[in-house]
C-alpha cells in the first residue's frame, strides 16, 4: 500500500511539473529574465512611434522605425571646429574636408523603417543562393556568417537591397537614423568613446565584428553599429555642394554628378557613411562625415550595406 501510494504521489508531482514547465515556456519571458519578444513580420506599414521593430521576411533582417519629422543634418562651423581638433596629428585635417558638410540645415523626411544592423554574410549568402549570384571576394579574415558582408560594390548593394524589396537609404535617411532629432554627433551623444563602436582605435580589434557588439553606441532609434565596422554605401551621388541647394523635404540626392579622379581612377562616386573598423580618428565616426574615394565598383574588404525601406 505504501509502494503504491509514494507511486500515486510522484505521479502527481512530475504531473505537476510539468504543467508549471510547459507554462513557462508557452508564456512570454520578461525582459529581465533577458528573453525577446516576438517581432512581428513587416505588413507594408509605417510604424507608430520610436522602438518599433518588424522582420523583412525576405532576409529575416530586424527593422526600426524612424518616425516622420525635421532633424539637423550636416555640420555647424563650431562643430567642425571640434573636428579639426579631433583630428590629432599626423591626421590633421584640413578645412576644405569638412566643406561638404555645410551648410547645416533642418530637413524633414517621411517616416522609413532602417536596417537594425548591417546586411550580414550569412544574409548576402541566401541572396546569392536565392538569385544564383556569387559571393564576393573572400575578406582575409574568412567569411564569418554574423559579420556584415564585405567586397560588396554600389551595383552589389544596390542588387541586394532590390531583393530584399528595399533599398539603400539616401544619405539623409541614413544621417537622421544615425544622429537622431537632438543634433547628436555621434550616434549614441556629443562625447567621443571609442568602446561605443568597432574601431582599430581600440587596439584588441584586427577585423570587423558580429554585428550589434557595440549597443552602447545604438542611435536612438535602436539601429547599430552606424558608425564603425564597416562603411555603408548611400543611395545618393556624392556633390560637395548638394547641402547648398537640397530641397529640405526628402533630399533625394544630386540627379547628376561630375566624373571625379583619384589615384588614376576616374569615377562617378557615390556617398558612404560611417566609417569601418579600419578607421581611428574620431571625426571620420561623425553622424554628418560624408565620404566619397572610392569608386563605386570597387571592391574593399571595408565596405558593407545596410537597407531602408520605405512604407
Not at 110 to 116: A, H, I, L, P, Q
Request: one cysteine or more.
Amino acid at each position: 500500500m505504501r509502494i503504491r501510494l509514494w507511486v500515486g504521489v510522484a505521479v502527481v508531482v512530475l504531473l505537476s511539473l510539468g504543467a508549471v514547465v510547459a507554462g513557462a515556456v508557452g508564456q512570454p519571458q520578461s525582459d529581465a529574465a533577458g528573453a525577446t519578444k516576438e517581432i512581428p513580420l513587416y505588413d507594408s506599414k509605417p510604424g507608430t512611434k520610436i522602438g518599433d521593430v518588424r522582420i523583412n521576411s525576405k532576409d529575416g533582417a530586424e527593422m526600426m522605425w524612424v518616425p516622420a519629422g525635421e532633424f539637423l543634418m550636416g555640420s555647424s562651423d563650431q562643430e567642425i571646429a571640434l573636428a579639426m581638433v579631433l583630428s590629432a596629428p599626423p591626421h590633421r585635417r584640413e578645412a576644405e574636408r569638412f566643406a561638404g558638410e555645410k551648410p547645416q540645415r533642418k530637413v524633414y523626411l517621411d517616416g522609413f523603417w532602417m536596417y537594425k544592423y548591417e546586411v550580414t554574410v550569412k544574409q548576402y549568402r541566401h541572396y546569392c543562393e536565392d538569385t544564383g549570384r556569387k559571393m564576393p571576394v573572400e575578406p582575409r579574415s574568412g567569411w564569418k556568417d554574423d559579420h556584415p558582408i564585405v567586397n560588396t560594390t554600389w551595383d552589389d548593394g544596390s542588387a541586394y537591397a532590390k531583393w530584399a524589396e528595399a533599398s539603400l537609404p539616401t544619405e539623409a535617411q541614413w544621417e537622421k537614423a544615425a544622429r537622431g532629432t537632438d543634433g547628436h554627433i555621434w550616434p549614441w551623444g556629443h562625447g567621443w568613446h571609442s568602446s561605443k563602436c568597432a574601431t582599430s582605435a581600440r587596439k584588441e580589434l584586427f577585423s570587423s565584428q558580429p554585428v550589434g557588439s557595440c549597443p552602447s553606441g545604438a542611435s536612438r532609434y535602436g539601429c547599430m553599429d552606424m558608425v564603425g565596422n564597416v562603411w555603408e554605401w548611400c543611395e545618393d551621388w556624392y556633390d560637395a555642394d548638394y547641402y547648398k541647394t537640397a530641397p529640405s523635404r526628402n533630399p533625394p540626392g544630386p540627379a547628376e554628378v561630375k566624373e571625379f579622379s583619384f589615384l588614376g581612377a576616374v569615377f562617378k562616386p557615390r556617398v558612404l557613411r560611417g566609417g569601418s573598423w579600419l578607421d581611428e580618428e574620431p571625426d571620420t565616426f561623425r553622424c554628418a562625415f560624408r565620404s566619397y574615394g572610392f569608386p563605386p565598383a570597387l571592391l574593399n574588404g571595408y565596405i558593407g550595406v545596410r537597407c531602408a525601406r520605405t512604407p
